[in-house]
T-cell receptor, first 111, second 113 residues
Framework: SQQGEEDPQALSIQEGENATMNCSYK?????LQWYRQNSGRGLVHLIL?????REKHSGRLRVTLDTSKKSSSLLITASRAADTASYFC???????????FGAGTRLFVKA | ETGVTQSPTHLIKTRGQQVTLRCSSQ?????VSWYQQALGQGPQFIFQ???????GRGNFPPRFSGLQFPNYSSELNVNALELDDSALYLC????????????FGQGTRLTVV
């Protein structure tokens, strides 16, 4: 079973709006990562946040991590049609060797 | 461009056959992980290799096996193919085994008929 669970499963917004995706996980983690995937191809790493960090920014991306609630959120500001993709959170368990992905959020940005 | 290449991009095999998928990692990346992604799902961890040794495995049967070579290339082998093995297979390389940023290839789409 997958550790990370994204919410919502799908999100449709207009260009220029903000998009927020959430991720919940079950065990203690070393870090949490967000990836993007276009049309069933390879995944592209967006941002990594460590367990001792609470917020991180990269360009139009803002990620928060709440280890007490075992949850994270990804905010994409001023969305563009090119942001249309699937977004996955991935967690690395404390002391573990593998990265576990959730089922993803499918984002549709309408021009 | 992630610097990770996979071959072939598409493949059709018959149930019961064997298949070998290949991955070329970034130079200096001594960790490679393989994932299976069914349509509409997230990637499922198959196994990870670190310095040519398997150092972790997901919930996949032994007919899924792998190799990692000193030249930063690796293979995923699947024996006795089943229809449910149809999926996108992704390899990801990283610098260490400490769960850092991973660089993914574009994947191999395997169809078992």
């Amino acid at each position: 079973s997958q550790q990370g669970e994204e919410d919502p499963q799908a999100l449709s917004i207009q260009e220029g709006e903000n998009a927020t995706m959430n991720c919940s996980y079950k065990t203690s983690i070393n870090n949490l990562q967000w990836y993007r995937q276009n049309s069933g191809r390879g995944l592209v790493h967006l941002i990594l946040i460590r367990s001792n960090e609470r917020e991180k920014h990269s360009g139009r991306l803002r990620v928060t991590l709440d280890t007490s609630k075992k949850s994270s959120s990804l905010l994409i500001t001023a969305s563009r049609a090119a942001d249309t993709a699937s977004y996955f959170c991935a967690t690395a368990k404390t002391g573990g060797f593998k990265t576990i992905f959730g089922a993803g959020t499918r984002l549709f940005v309408k021009a | 461009e992630t610097g990770v290449t996979q071959s072939p991009t598409h493949l059709i095999k018959t149930r019961g056959q064997q298949v070998t998928l290949r991955c070329s990692s970034q130079s200096g990346h001594n960790t490679v992980s393989w994932y299976q992604q069914a349509l509409g799902q997230g990637p499922q961890f198959i196994f990870q290799y670190y310095r040519e040794e398997e150092n972790g495995r997901g919930n996949f049967p032994p007919r899924f096996s792998g190799l990692q070579f000193p030249n930063y290339s690796s293979e995923l082998n699947v024996n006795a193919l089943e229809l449910d093995d149809s999926a996108l297979y992704l390899c990801a390389s990283s610098r260490t085994d400490m769960n850092t940023e991973a660089f993914f290839g574009q994947g191999t789409r395997l169809t078992v008929v």
